[in-house]
């Protein structure tokens, strides 16, 4: 069936560093991806829709230069998190939706646990 | 942007009986309504959902009814078992429903 990755599934950083997280449609092609940062013991926060071949659009209070989304191909999404800091830190997971036969189905992403030191 | 609540936020019961999550949200062209099942660390699982024309749906001990008119859908889970421990986020989408606007989340127990 369809299968939406990520990769890395753990990183640690240091404070001050750029960490770049990848999103895949393995079997799919993707025009749309979006990104969820979820804290401890919370909801998934949606961050940015990413459009492939455009810009992302991002929800009222996520910085867009401080998280750098690129979708430069159908089947890949980057999230870029610049100097990074602790209180970045934090389980970032994509979804993406696939239109078939049956309907519309969103897969999610294994999720990228995010540690800043 | 939407809100979406949900109903109780930590749930505990004993094997075998039910459990009830409601989700109540804002937006009013929100026509997609599925519920999420996520254990610890790892990505959410859709259990069940329901699109905006159909008022209930049904998958053996899993149910979802909707309310369209008074904006809140719920969850229904017969026969709990300790496996079905886990938080639950119901999630409504709008348009082709990609976009999901996820609940506040609800902790569920199932003692035994």
């Known amino acids: 069936g369809a299968v939406v990755s990520q990769h890395p599934s753990w990183v640690i950083c240091k404070s001050g560093t750029s960490v770049k997280i990848e999103c895949r449609s393995l079997?799919?092609?993707?025009?749309?991806m979006f990104w969820y940062r979820q804290f401890p013991k919370q909801s998934l926060m949606l961050m940015a829709t990413?459009?492939?071949?455009?810009?992302?659009?991002?929800e009222q209070g996520v910085e867009k230069d401080k998280f750098l989304i690129n979708h430069a191909s159908l089947t890949l999404s980057t999230l870029t998190v610049t100097s990074a800091h602790p209180e970045d830190s934090s389980f970032y997971i994509c979804?993406?939706?696939?239109?078939?036969?049956?309907?519309?189905?969103?897969?999610f992403g294994e999720g990228s646990w995010l540690t800043v030191v | 942007g939407e809100n979406v609540e949900q109903h109780p936020s930590t749930l505990s019961v004993q094997e075998g009986d039910s459990a009830v999550i409601k989700c109540t949200y804002s937006?009013?062209?929100?026509?997609?309504f599925p519920w999420y099942k996520q254990e610890l660390g790892k990505r959410p699982q859709l259990i069940i959902d329901?699109?905006?024309?159909?008022g209930e749906k049904k998958d053996q001990r899993i149910a979802v009814t909707l309310n369209k008119t008074a904006k809140h859908f719920s969850l229904h889970i017969t026969e709990t078992q300790p496996e079905d421990s886990a938080v639950y986020f119901c999630?409504?989408?709008?348009?082709?429903?990609?976009?999901?606007?996820f609940g506040t989340g609800t902790q569920l127990k199932v003692e035994l």
């Open positions: 990413s459009n492939e071949g455009s810009k992302a659009t991002y």
């Open positions: 999630a409504p989408g709008r348009g082709g429903g990609n976009k999901l606007t």
């Open positions: 329901i699109r905006s024309n159909v």
């Open positions: 079997d799919f092609q993707a025009t749309t």
């Open positions: 979804s993406a939706g696939r239109t078939g036969s049956s309907g519309n189905t969103i897969y």
């Open positions: 937006d009013s062209a929100s026509n997609y």
